[in-house]
Nanobody, 123 residues
């Protein structure tokens, strides 16, 4: 079992920035992929960004150039969100899963999940 704790959400004006953090504990294994997903009201959970322990990264088209994912080690991941838009408003979830390759990163039914942190962007 892997436990995840997110922090850093909040309310920000459009154009502003926030930084999310996620720490994993428990049965950590390597290699792994840690990523961020989000779910807006009335919508399905969607993939935002992923970074593997080997340093591979990828982003959803909607956040490319605005969001940056980074890691300190095998157990922590961050999401720097700049130029925030109202459509970025959602609950953001951290995910921990085996590194099964880029084709698996957008799947929302794999791995362990945090409790989520609310990000609200006011226009």
């Amino acid at each position: 079992q892997v436990q995840l704790v997110e922090s850093g959400g909040g309310l920000v004006q459009a154009g502003g920035s926030l930084r999310l953090s996620c720490a994993a504990s428990g049965s950590i294994f390597v290699p792994n992929a840690m990523g961020w997903y989000r779910q807006a009201p009335g919508k399905q959970r969607e993939w935002v960004a992923t970074m593997t322990t080997s340093g591979n990264t990828n982003y959803a088209d909607s956040v490319k150039g605005r969001f940056t994912i980074s890691r300190d080690n095998a157990e922590t991941v961050y999401l720097q969100m700049n130029s925030l838009k109202s459509e970025d408003t959602a609950v953001y979830y951290c995910n921990f899963r085996p590194d099964l390759g880029p084709g698996s990163w957008s799947l929302v039914d794999l791995g362990s999940w945090g409790q989520g942190t609310q990000v609200t962007v006011s226009s």
